[in-house]
């Protein structure tokens, strides 16, 4: 069966949200040991789920990289996403080693203060150094240098995974290959809670997203869409479970699984709109943030240290309590958007395809 040609166009905007999301997560939590921002209702419970992002991201990464894969050899799908992620990475743990080492000596010598735990980057071996660099962490359970990296992580070693695909027999027909990773996604949804080893314990986040690129180019397919029913129900149910249970832990991961099967969904249709609400002001706007998200992911975490810091030294009482909020995102903001001019866009990997589909 033929394969569509897809377009969605809102891409960008849905990732600009979910960056944003997580960067209210981060500014909030820095915030919040000074002052308690209760005043809007549920405004404190959303920002604290902010963690949730992170979940659309891996969706819609999925979906991305599944594109990208379709005419790719493996060495080239490895030199594409190599090139993507690593260079602004490097340089983001470079400077997150240099604010790290400033920030633990300050605290040390009581110049600043507050609950963060920072590293003493000096005094850490060459294995610490060598699993950020290499993605190695969460096989070596390193710490990891910046607050989001264990999300990228997880991001290479899905790529390794997909690469690896690619090398079996299989894959010279790419509806097969996607076919083993449709596999690999309900075997991973029904080992949800049952303690699946790294990368495989959310590797159906990742999954679903390369199962909604599958849906939406081959709509008359309905195995796939079958497949796509059982795994989003898999999914409801291992939530269900998951929530059910009585420690706080499990109602945080359960809470995830319902985000992700919700962001499947209103992807899947979403995509029948996209033209339509791609052009309105709002997610205009959104896409111009999405553009450079992979960079405000990056950066936001290591700018909120001296943001913090500042900030620490005003009064935040009243209105300027609401003010500092949107302040700190505000310059998170701007920190992302000149990384992404300095450095991101320098090293970013530009595929032929539609928009939405090529900064993955």
């Not at 040609?5 to 500014?27: E, N, Q």
């Not at 936001?300 to 949107?326: C, D, E, M, R, W």
């Amino acid at each position: 069966m033929e394969r569509k040609r897809i377009t969605y166009r809102s891409l960008d905007a849905l990732r600009g949200l979910a960056c944003l999301w997580v960067v209210l997560l981060h500014s909030e939590a820095a915030l919040s040991a000074k002052v308690h921002l209760d005043a809007i209702p549920g405004f404190t419970p959303f920002a604290k789920h902010g963690w949730l992002g992170v979940q659309i991201f891996f969706v819609i990464s999925g979906f991305c990289i599944a594109a990208s894969a379709m005419h790719k050899t493996p060495k080239e799908f490895a030199k594409a996403r190599a090139l993507r992620i690593c260079p602004p990475y490097f340089v983001a743990l470079i400077i997150g080693a240099i604010v790290e080492a400033i920030a633990y000596r300050a605290t040390q010598s009581g110049i600043a203060h507050g609950g963060v735990v920072h590293l003493d980057i000096l005094h850490e071996g060459p294995q610490f150094w060598i699993s950020n660099f290499l993605f190695l962490n969460f096989w070596d359970h390193t710490h990891v240098l910046l607050s989001v990296g264990w999300s990228l992580v997880y991001e290479a070693w899905f790529y390794v995974v997909m690469g690896l695909l690619l090398l079996l027999p299989l894959a010279a027909d790419r509806s097969k290959y996607l076919w083993a990773c449709h596999a690999l996604t309900l075997a991973c949804a029904i080992g949800i809670g049952f303690g699946l080893p790294f990368p495989a314990d959310l590797w159906t986040q990742f999954g679903l997203g390369i199962l909604l690129f599958d849906l939406l180019s081959r709509p008359q397919n309905k195995a796939v869409g079958a497949f796509a029913v059982v795994v989003c129900l898999v999914c409801l149910a291992q939530g269900l479970r998951i929530f059910s249970l009585p420690a706080y832990e499990h109602q945080h991961s359960g809470a995830a699984w319902f985000m992700v099967v919700a962001t499947f969904v209103g992807l899947f249709l979403m995509h029948r709109i996209d033209t339509k609400i791609s052009s309105t002001k709002l997610m205009t706007r959104l896409g111009q943030v999405g553009l450079f998200s992979y960079s405000l992911y990056l950066i936001h975490g290591i700018v909120l240290q001296p943001v913090n810091y500042v900030f620490s030294k005003l009064p935040a009482t009243g209105l300027l309590a609401y003010i500092l909020l949107p302040s700190m995102i505000a310059v998170c903001v701007g920190a992302g958007y000149v990384f992404y001019l300095l450095v991101e866009s320098k090293n970013q990997n530009k595929h032929p395809g539609a928009k939405g589909q090529s900064r993955s």
